[in-house]
C-alpha cells in the first residue's frame, strides 16, 4: 500500500499563491496517475488537476490558468501550485496516487493523503 503525506496549506488573501506538496511511500507498488482533489465541508470531493506518469495534465474548468500540478516521479512527489487564488477556492485539499502492484497478481488502488486546509481570504 501506498502512504501519501502532505505539506502545505495554510491562510492567504484572496488574490495570492500558495504552493501544496505530497510525498508518495511504500513498497511493492508502481505510481501511476497523481493528483488533488478539494473538498468542502457537507460536500463531496470533487476533482482539482490530475497528472500521469508520463505528464499529460487534467484540470478543472474553475482552476484552468490559475492552478498547475507537476510531480516528480524520482521523489514520488506531486505539486500543486496555486496562483490568483479566491474566496471559493477554500477547502480541505486532499492528494491521491493511483498504484499498481508490481507483482502478480495484478491490481490497482488508490491512496489518499490526509488533508491539509487551504483557506483564501478576502
Known amino acids: 500500500q501506498v502512504q501519501l503525506v502532505e505539506f502545505g496549506g495554510g491562510l492567504v488573501q484572496a488574490g495570492g499563491s500558495l504552493s501544496l506538496s505530497c510525498a508518495a511511500s511504500?513498497?511493492?507498488?508502481?505510481?501511476?496517475?497523481m493528483g488533488w482533489h478539494r473538498q468542502v465541508s457537507g460536500k463531496e470531493r470533487a476533482l482539482v488537476a490530475r497528472?500521469?506518469?508520463?505528464?499529460?495534465?487534467v484540470y478543472a474548468d474553475s482552476v484552468k490558468g490559475r492552478f498547475t500540478i507537476s510531480r516528480d516521479n524520482a521523489k514520488n512527489t506531486v505539486y500543486l501550485q496555486m496562483s490568483s487564488l479566491k474566496p471559493e477556492d477554500t477547502a480541505v485539499y486532499y492528494c491521491?496516487?493511483?498504484?499498481?502492484?508490481?507483482?502478480?497478481?495484478?491490481?490497482?488502488?488508490?491512496?489518499w493523503g490526509q488533508g491539509t486546509q487551504v483557506t483564501v481570504s478576502s
Open positions: 497528472i500521469t506518469s508520463g505528464g499529460t495534465t
Open positions: 491521491y496516487a493511483d498504484s499498481s502492484r508490481v507483482t502478480w497478481p495484478s491490481f490497482t488502488a488508490r491512496s
Open positions: 511504500g513498497s511493492g507498488f508502481s505510481i501511476d496517475a
